[in-house]
């Protein structure tokens, strides 16, 4: 069974960067979306970035535009989220996860059927 891990996670001071990643190893479908959500303590679950394999296409949160980077090395099933410009607004539980159907260009919680169990990235100093 594919699953995702997420690594890169840590504490961070205001305005620093970070890069996460998410592996996928062993999956083989061509067209699918990978996506980074995240989650802060009594706070609803929230979508950041999602990233298309069919063509590459991206997509961000209005929350994260111009601070978040999404990339993917199709060759290793890697993708990342380079963060910067950091803020305390920022700290979560940051899950990837996969949707097969290729179709969930709005964050669709219920389409991606692979997650990961999260990286913890804390922002504070």
């Known amino acids: 069974q594919v699953q995702a891990v997420e690594s890169g996670g840590r504490l961070v001071q205001p305005g620093e960067s970070l890069t996460l990643s998410c592996e996928y190893p062993g999956f083989t479908q061509p067209y699918y979306i990978v996506a980074w959500f995240r989650q802060a303590p009594g706070q609803e679950r929230e979508g950041v970035a999602w990233?298309?394999?069919?063509?590459?296409?991206?997509n961000y949160s209005n929350f994260v535009k111009g601070r978040f980077t999404i990339s993917r090395n199709s060759s290793r099933n890697i993708v990342y989220l380079q963060m910067i410009e950091l803020s305390p607004a920022d700290t979560a539980l940051y899950h990837c996860?996969?949707?097969?159907?290729?179709?969930?260009?709005?964050?669709?919680?219920?389409?991606?059927?692979?997650w990961g169990q999260g990286t913890q990235v804390t922002v504070a100093g």
């Open positions: 996860a996969i949707d097969p159907s290729d179709t969930a260009f709005d964050f669709s919680v219920g389409k991606f059927s692979i």
């Open positions: 990233i298309s394999s069919s063509d590459g296409s991206t």
